[in-house]
């Protein structure tokens, strides 16, 4: 079998050593001030023999978080926290990038600070129910609709979120794009029922993501920027009357920006076939992700589609993921009972496999 897997790779400005990405995952273990700790450091650190790792969803602003025990990049202490989670990663020979999430409408005021809003396109709450710390599960807030002119400050959260992530060692940064967050809020006609120039017609749904990517890429080039997509997906009660059209609309709009990568989340039981409609619309690198193992992965990067291929549950128990692909090694399972719970149980003790530890 060809591995071009475990051949390096150049992502616009960001360098891979080989075509592993571990794909962002929400762990719910930041420490005090949502500021990453030396426990998030040793997580991190355990896994970068993967090719890039993208950090669990961050919120770029106190208003953009919506789960419990997410880290955030706004206060100095968050940026010194990922500073060393960074440097940890470099020491073992990885390379880091951030992925901004804003949770917009998906949030709960019990895991935000006092101060905390919880924002969205148009103030229609999700349906559903989430996890808080401090009340078990509760109801989604009523989101406060954004007025027009707050969305340029929005936007300048993303840039400034940014600035933060370069400055603290990143290699660049993705912008969360899909999984009813935010950005997806906007571009989607369920949830963006505005009638200013960010809503109504396909090409003003669009414009909250093509000018969040625009002040992203203002800080240090766009080649430093990814963008994260699953078109069709209705997580977190999102709905698009026509995702197909949407997301084309949107990738030919940013198709000459010069985007380091697009990441596309594949759902092979969606109603839009994602590869394609990336293929189709984006001429940059893609990143594919969702359900893939070693062989498929290989195939995929091997006939030219992917440039690199993600992977996420697969290194929730393999911190040597890519040393179990390359011997062949079996792979182990994770508890899903301790996904999202605090401390190491679950996070930092999943061994390496014995053949790995050398
Ligand atoms: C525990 C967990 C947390 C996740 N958190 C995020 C997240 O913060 N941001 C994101 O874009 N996707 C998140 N995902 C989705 C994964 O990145 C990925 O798309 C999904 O698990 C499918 O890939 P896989 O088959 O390789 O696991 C999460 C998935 C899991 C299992």
Redesign the pocket.
């Known amino acids: 079998m060809s591995r071009p897997l475990l051949e390096s790779a150049k992502l616009g400005a960001i360098e891979l050593k080989n075509r592993i990405v571990m794909?962002?995952?929400?762990?719910s273990r930041a420490g005090d001030g949502d500021a990453p700790t030396a426990l998030n450091a040793e997580y991190y650190a355990q896994r970068a023999s993967a090719g890039l790792i993208i950090t669990?969803?961050t919120q770029p602003s106190a208003n953009g978080k919506g789960y419990a025990r997410t880290p955030g990049i706004y206060s100095e202490a968050q940026v010194q926290g990922w500073a060393a989670v960074v440097d940890a990663v470099h020491a073992a020979g990885g390379s880091m990038v951030m992925?901004l999430?804003h949770c917009g409408r998906i949030a709960s005021h019990y895991n935000k600070d006092t101060d905390a809003e919880t924002v969205a396109p148009s103030a229609i709450q999700a349906k559903g129910q989430m996890y808080t710390d401090a009340k078990g599960m509760v109801d989604f807030d009523v989101p406060r609709a954004l007025a027009t002119g707050e969305i340029a400050g929005v936007i300048d959260e993303y840039r400034q979120a940014t600035a933060n992530a370069l400055r603290a060692g990143f290699a660049g940064v993705e912008l969360?794009c899909?999984?009813g967050y935010l950005p997806a809020q906007f571009l989607s006609t369920g949830t963006n029922r505005r009638d200013d120039r960010y809503g109504g017609s396909v090409a003003n749904r669009i414009r909250f993501v093509v000018e969040t990517l625009e002040a992203m890429g203002a800080v240090d080039g766009m080649d430093r920027v990814g963008m994260?997509i699953c078109p069709g997906n209705p997580f977190n009660d999102l709905f698009d009357e026509d995702p197909e059209e949407t997301f084309a609309t949107l990738l030919d709009a940013v198709n000459d920006h010069g985007l380091a990568y697009l990441h596309v989340?594949r759902m092979q039981k969606g109603s839009v076939d994602n590869i394609a409609l990336a293929r189709e619309h984006f001429d940059g690198p893609l990143i594919l992700?969702?359900?893939?193992d070693f062989a498929e992965a290989n195939d995929a990067v091997a006939s030219g589609v992917a440039a690199a291929i993600?992977?996420?549950?697969?290194f929730i128990g393999n911190p040597d993921l890519v040393e179990r692909f390359a011997s062949g090694a079996e792979l182990a399972g994770f508890d899903p009972k301790t996904?999202y719970t605090p401390g190491p149980a679950g996070y930092t003790d999943y061994p390496r496999a014995e053949s790995a530890d050398g």
């Open positions: 794909a962002p995952m929400t762990r669990e969803g992925q999430m969360h899909t999984s994260r989340i992700n969702d359900g893939y993600s992977f996420a549950r697969p996904l």
